[in-house]
């Protein structure tokens, strides 16, 4: 009977150990915040013509903008997805983009194009957004106040509202003259680099107690994401923190729409990302990534789609694209919603 030795294998060493170790979060998000430093810097200072305030003035509004649709929409679908279980699902399944292009086809139809756009104030935009969030928040409340409440019943309703929406918004659409509607199609796409400096304060002041609101959460969104049943059980009142949630989402999607037009796919493609690339479930790492990504994105796809394609204004157009092939090769893999 003959025995053969096998060879003797020494572990690894620390060093080796620590080239195999996968990079931790916080790694991550300062690797993607010096990304984003450098986009910025490259956005701001590279291939300027004429006079440098004025094209720092523009380009610093546009920068304030891509903040608040990164934010809104990058964290704001990370957040939704965390409550509904499902990564597959948008906040505008709930109809709010639907209800905001409603509501600009009606504004158009009764007032005319011209007199809406002469009164593009804050008030306009603060109507706009609270008009959503009433109707996000009435539903939510309609649906979860019965005995039979669900999640799933809420967003078939969303879908319902939106189709019902959009229905209504084409049918007005159709007696518009075409001026107006050339106008109203103007204001139905995203829309970095026509957005109103004066609106930028009151953004950036929600986008703040947002923020703070969901950082203050962010481990009772830990714990949202194991599971109703799971959260109960550790003390959290799902509900409650459930409708909370919902409503935040409101605010920033509502706010975002109103302020930089609809980006159905954009928070979908940066939130699935965000997954990827933080290496980790936990909210005080993801909503950061989720949040970088998407100004990362915007800025750098701005500045290349400005100075290299020469094509400034269909960034938005592509990213909804590029979104929406996304979102269909996802739910083909996956096979359900």
Known sequence: M???????????TAEARRRRAPLRPAARLALMAAAVLLAVVAFLFLFIRGSFWFAMDGRLSMLAAMVIAAFTQGVGTVVFHTITGNRILTPSIMGLDSLYTLSQTVMVFVF??????????????????????????????????????????????????GLAFDSIAVFVQRMLNPTDHDLLSAKLFGRMGDVNVSHLPVAFGVCAVVAVLLWLRRYRLDVLLLGRDTAQ???????????????????????????VGPMTFFGFVVATLAYQLTGSHEHRFVMPMAFLLGLFTL????????HVFYAAGFLTVIIE?????????????????
């Open 233 to 259: 059980s550790l003390g959290v009142d799902h509900k409650r923190e459930l409708t909370l949630m919902l409503v935040l989402v409101s605010v920033m999607v509502a706010f975002s729409t109103a302020l």
């Open 2 to 12: 003959s025995t053969t030795l096998s060879p003797v294998v020494a572990p690894p």
């Open 299 to 306: 800025v750098a796809g701005q500045f290349i789609m400005q």
């Open 321 to 337: 694209f590029l979104g929406g092939i996304v979102f269909l090769v996802l739910l083909l893999r996956k096979g359900r919603v």
């Open 112 to 161: 005319g194009g011209a007199a809406v756009a002469q009164q593009e104030g804050i008030g306009k935009v603060l109507a706009q957004t609270a008009l959503m969030v009433v109707f996000a928040t009435v539903l939510y409340r309609w649906l979860f106040s019965g005995r039979n409440g669900s999640l799933y019943i809420l967003l078939l309703v969303g879908v319902v509202f």
